[in-house]
């Protein structure tokens, strides 16, 4: 439930996100929670759609962690040794990721999604409110329009948004 878009120009990347938080059949719309889908963090700047507590822990693993290098093969290590980390910090049983993550480093940006890594070479977007996201960066707007489009017309996306700037 949510969204995440992302867009690559010559000088920069930008990321946004919505802001809606789901419990059971209940959403908080953003105002009352400081729930965020956009890590900032060790020089990364990471969005995830998914769980809320693989997002947190996500964001307690980069305080200390990143990947090695700029490449699919290091992100991919990279999220491995956040499946381990996650075994050891909780009781569950970790054995994959669930959620889905745009992970941008100082030049690249890299979507993972089920053991799958891409690096994000134009756009891309993640969660409920993926497909009308991908349409508004197809049709050339930013990530924050993009985002809007999904919080108007996915049930699943709600506003605030929240927008990252990585300049080069």
């Not at 953003?30 to 809320?52: A, F, Y």
């Not at 093969?73 to 050891?88: G, P, Q, T």
């Amino acid at each position: 439930m949510s969204v995440v878009a992302c867009k690559i120009y010559a000088d920069r990347y930008e990321m946004a996100s919505d802001s809606i938080v789901v419990w059971g059949w209940s959403q908080d719309k953003g105002k009352n929670l400081d729930m965020v889908k956009l890590i900032e963090c060790n020089d990364l700047i990471i969005g995830s759609s998914g769980l809320s507590s693989e997002i947190e822990m996500m964001r307690m693993f980069v305080k200390n962690h990143r990947p090695i290098q700029e490449d699919g093969e290091s992100i991919l290590n990279f999220m491995d040794e956040f499946v381990n980390w996650m075994k050891k910090k909780t009781d569950d049983d970790h054995n994959s990721i669930k959620n889905s993550f745009i992970i941008g480093m100082k030049v690249k940006v890299f979507q993972f999604n089920y053991w799958n890594v891409c690096e994000v070479l134009t756009h891309t977007a993640i969660g409920a409110g993926m497909d009308y996201a991908n349409t508004a960066l197809y049709l050339g707007h930013d990530v924050e329009k993009a985002v809007e489009v999904a919080t108007e017309l996915s049930i699943y996306c709600e506003k605030p948004i929240i927008k990252k700037v990585r300049k080069f």
